[in-house]
């Protein structure tokens, strides 16, 4: 029988990660033929491919030819960059500029993922005008691989994003969900960071933003440098903790907020706030406030499942 095979193709990297599952769904669920690649849990789902064999992403690219590639790979573990900086710098910097490449070789427009990291935090909000100045191994590759990406794609997208929640499928996938067990479990006091401002993003919100992008692109060829998204709520994990303990009524009295600039792992920024007006002005957008993104994200986590039967009946 026929099957009707949407014209738009796009093919996204990362599709197994947090953020890219998010962008799989939005795209084919805006009538795009959509296709995941991945490595370790792609199958049978998605596409397997490792990045940094450029045989075959040449093939993927050549026999599916993409209008539109969305690069969520990346290793974005801070103080894992920093222990393992050879496998990062692969993965962040090699296998993103051998991607431009590909995409432009078939004319096809990438949106390369990038990062609040790159700036120092001293100055916010920035512009992305703005002079990077990343203080972390992870901030360098993730600039460096920005530059790749541009210098081998002058049509290329750079869309820089903050800090990222939404479904997971652990906990441990998200720096803001992973809170939720110290929230949960109020028996024992949990220290938590009250130095370093955040604006926690929702995956959905960004995969949103790439799909407009995209179809402002098919439009208009002019589309194309760095932008920024990111929502607007500004928080440091301690309010993030609390705002997940009002969320689900749970107590927050044993959370401790801690003032002082934190002294072990990679180095953070204290405010890297990124200005969005540029994407605003081109009409595209979407921001989920953080208490309903958070409570859609982590409720399937709760301990205590009396909870689920209040809220959803």
Known sequence: EDVDIPSRRVLITGATG?????????????????VGCGYRRAQPRFEQINLLDS??????IHDFRPHVIVHCAAERRPDVVESQPDAASQLNVAASANLAKEAAGVGAFLIYISTDYVFDGTSPPYKETDVPNPLNLYGKTKLEGEKAVLENNEGAAVLRIPVLYGEVERLEESA???MFDKVQFSNKS?????WQQRFPTNVKDVAAVCRQLAEKRMMDPSVKGTFHWSGNEQMTKYEMACAIADAFNLPSSHLRPITDSPVVGALRPRNAQLDCSKLEMLGIGQRTPFRAGIKESLWPFLVDKRWRQTVFH
């Open 18 to 34: 947090l953020l890219g599952r998010a962008v799989f769904k939005e795209f084919r669920g805006n009538n795009w033929n959509a």
């Open 55 to 60: 045989i075959a992403v040449h093939d993927i």
């Open 176 to 178: 803001v969900t992973v």
């Open 190 to 194: 949990a220290n938590m960071d009250h």
